[in-house]
């Protein structure tokens, strides 16, 4: 079978272990988790100072109504980076570049946020639909906008998850591949083309965090609405 | 592209999902903060200017 650069991404097995399985639950065992002691070491306290201050930072402009999402949101954020990061080391698996777990995390989440704010406060969720100030004339077609973009949302989410971290890996391998072929040919370019490789690496280093960010964020903001 | 092959996606989705509400929430309720969050109050501490001892 022809081998393509998208192979990268089927999901891999190995002995009959679908290795994803591994890839989702190893990378707890690098966070370790603080027992009952008053002092603890380095790596739990910065644990400690990025939870608490991401919880409180995205927390602070929601309604005391949205507040019990804060674990769901925090344990979502630590889950998405975590697994982000440790597929830009070399031979593992990002589970996130798969676009079944990050539907499967945007769609329920949306979800739950949309109902809640049609169960709780259905006017005001349903007041989304039209922007302050339209004129008249544009009404039904803002409200048929605003309805496809309300749908949109979750595919948005998990596809920008999935596309950026897709786009970033498939990119690693092309400018990796340049550079082992370049290199016995031409080998000044081949150092560019390494060079390359490395600025593209501490890109996708930042790419990995943002889009775990983005993608809690977007999450507490559709809250933040129905709330 | 072998992301939309279909076949694995309950499983990945299933086994996904009770990681994340198993192991995740434990491990970042563990994380207690000794101190209460304090309102901020209105007015300013006060504070003596002082330098490193050692300059």
Redesign the interface.
Known sequence: MTLSL??Q???PVLLGI?L??LA??LP?TL?P??ANRWLTNRL?SL??SF??GFT?QLVLPLNPGGHKWA??F???M??LITINLLGLLPYTFT?T?????NM??AIPLWLATVIIGMRNQPTHSLAHFLPEGTPTLLIPVLVIIETISLFIRPLALGVRL?ANL?AGHLLIHLIAMATNVLFPLMPSVAILTGTLLLLLTLLEIAVAMIQAYVFVLLLSLYLQENV | MPQLNPAPWFLILVFSWLVFLTILPPKILNHTFPNEPTPNSSKKPLTNPWNWPWL
């Open positions: 998208f192979n991404f089927a999901s679908p994803i399985a989702i639950l707890w966070l988790s603080p739990l644990q400690g939870i608490g409180k674990l769901l925090t344990s979502l630590v889950y589970p570049t798969q676009l079944s777990l499967g995390l999935t897709t």
